[in-house]
């Protein structure tokens, strides 16, 4: 008896630490992506400043990223494009994810309903991600306000497949039937039964979304059909890095290139440590 006591409190406390590790990581990424952008927002420009007296210098204790070909602090313009592309792609994903309420809610009303949002969904993923970015940006005449539209517009069928599955599995579900036999309405069902079931999965689906928004917009502004030039974002860097790294200056695309690698794995980390929380046969393992 004792022994089987012995075992279940050593299983019960491997699963806490499991649980802790999992929140631990959690903490510290959010932890990192968060000192990221409040320290974007609050660098000073002076470190942006152009000075011709020391341009292309190597990384060094002055300037860990180096300078560029115009004196202005590598590390600096790193930290603000990546603190633009962390703002660009939570409002991008934000307005995916409630295009992913409307049309998931939409798919409940009926079959009509959710064929037709069966067909929109195999409609925008039958085009291809970047080129469909690209026309909505150029239509809606570019810069940020286009490319957030554009990825936004873009990033919500997948999201809304997986929550269009988990509404149509909620459907079968004795409590919805009995509210149907209550005489309750389909609206009353799907905001008061089916939502809230599907909090976790848009949460997570969410924060999965983070890394794509972000790697679409580093790679439409790097084409030139995102971003203004004049704003410090990673794409437009490392678009004008190109030139000067067969003169050696690597560090020009090296540092925003790692940077922005780090930051999307910060977010797929957060992703799937979520997911480990939220399932039940992986939380208390």
């Known amino acids: 008896m004792s022994t089987a006591v012995v075992t279940v409190n050593r299983g019960l406390f491997r699963g806490l630490n499991l649980r802790q590790k999992t929140l631990l990581i959690i903490g510290s990424t959010s932890l990192l992506l968060l000192a990221i952008v409040i320290s974007s927002v609050f660098l000073g420009g002076d470190s942006l400043q152009t000075n011709f007296g ?5 990384p060094s204790l002055e300037h860990p990223f180096g300078t560029d070909w115009m004196g202005r602090d590598m590390f600096v313009r790193t930290l603000k494009g990546l603190g ?6 939570s409002l991008a994903s934000t307005i995916s994810t409630v295009l992913t309420v409307i049309l998931g809610l939409l798919s409940s ?4 309903a959710d ?3 069966s067909w929109l969904v195999d409609l925008f993923l039958s085009i291809p991600h970047l080129l469909l970015i690209i026309l ?3 239509g809606m005449g570019g810069g940020a306000t286009g490319v957030i539209i554009g990825v936004a517009l873009t990033h919500w069928p997948s ?3 997986v929550v269009r599955a988990e509404i149509k599995q909620l459907k079968t579900q004795e409590y919805i039937q009995i509210s149907r036999n209550l005489g309750k309405s389909k609206w009353w069902i799907a905001t008061k039964h089916i939502l809230p079931h599907l909090v976790p999965q848009i949460l997570l689906g969410t924060i999965l979304m983070f890394p794509h928004a972000i790697l679409h917009e580093a790679s439409v502004t790097f084409l030139g059909f995102g971003l203004s030039p004049h704003e410090p974002a990673i794409g437009i860097i490392l678009s ?3 030139r000067y790294l067969s003169a050696g200056y690597w560090w020009l695309a090296f540092f925003p290139g790692l940077s922005l690698l780090i930051v999307v794995l910060a ?18 393992e």
């Open 84 to 89: 633009l592309s962390i703002l660009v792609g």
């Open 240 to 242: 004008e890095s190109m």
């Open 109 to 112: 009303a009926g079959k009509t």
């Open 159 to 161: 999201l809304t497949r």
């Open 115 to 117: 064929s037709f949002v």
């Open 54 to 58: 020391s341009k292309n210098l190597a």
């Open 267 to 284: 977010f797929d980390m957060i992703g799937e440590n979520l997911g480990k929380l939220m399932n039940p046969k992986n939380a208390h």
């Open 136 to 138: 909505i940006s150029i």
